[in-house]
């Protein structure tokens, strides 16, 4: 078998002149697909407040919203601390109403062993009455006008 290779001449490459702008869409479609002013607006709300038991700040304890019937979005909270909180826009919540829970904890002086870790620790209790947190009676609007300042005085059972 006779193998016939055939030398054919080649011209040099010449540049495309729509090989640039080709190139560059991509990259300002990017551009334009990430400029702006600023982050998205979501419609979520910020809000602060504070918390209060037998008229004293409550030292530390969660906040959790569960949006009622007719109000959308996700459910929010935040950490109490020295009677005050705040959720922040970006984990806000829609404006509507709210059920609100409050929960805090306390020690009780008893020690468990964790089964896992094989570590002592101390088991806490929710010492709040339950109308605060699992019954909760305690609901709240948040509006898109105003700060959306919210204060909660609790009492003791």
Do not use: W
Not at 67 to 72: D, K, W
Not at 140 to 150: A, F, K, R, V
């Amino acid at each position: 078998m006779t193998l016939i290779l055939l030398a054919t001449e080649q011209t040099p490459a010449k540049p495309c002149r729509h090989q640039v702008p080709s190139l560059c869409m991509p990259v300002l479609l990017l551009l334009f697909c990430f400029s702006g002013c600023g982050g998205p607006d979501t419609g979520r709300l910020g809000m602060s407040g504070t918390v209060t038991l037998d008229g004293n700040p409550l030292s530390e304890g969660t906040i959790e919203l569960y949006p009622l019937r007719g109000t959308g979005g996700p459910a929010s909270g935040g950490d109490i601390s020295n009677g005050r909180f705040a959720i922040a826009p970006a984990k806000g919540l829609f404006a509507g109403s709210f059920r609100v829970e409050i929960k805090a904890y306390r020690g009780t002086g008893k020690k468990r062993l964790n089964k896992y870790s094989g570590e002592e620790f101390e088991v806490r209790e929710q010492y709040l009455s339950k109308r605060y947190n699992q019954r909760s009676e305690l609901t709240c609007e948040i509006s898109t006008d105003g700060e959306n300042y919210q204060e909660f005085h609790l009492k003791s059972e």
